[in-house]
């Protein structure tokens, strides 16, 4: 899981084996452009800033591992794991 905040915009993106992108359309296209598919996330904010949502997605997506240091981390093969950044 990866989670991120920003003054008060808070992000959680979580594994899952099939895609789900509702909630923020930015986001979800965020995601795809990163490369990150198999995930899904969920958004906690007050009031609608970019800034703060650029700048949590950054955080969150910096923490991202390669599929093998995860699988060594979580000690599970690499085909177990679904989150693919």
Not at 63 to 78: C, D, L, N, T, Y
């Amino acid at each position: 899981m990866l989670k991120a905040r920003h003054n008060d915009y808070r992000l959680w993106i979580y594994p899952r084996g099939r895609p789900n992108y509702w909630g923020s359309m930015q986001i979800m296209h965020m995601l795809i452009y990163t490369g990150m598919y198999h995930c899904r996330f969920v958004v906690k904010s007050r009031k609608k800033d970019n800034y703060s949502l650029v700048y949590a997605f950054m955080e969150a997506v910096s923490q991202a591992k390669k599929p093998s240091v995860a699988a060594e981390m979580f000690g599970k093969k690499i085909a177990a794991l679904s989150y693919h950044p």
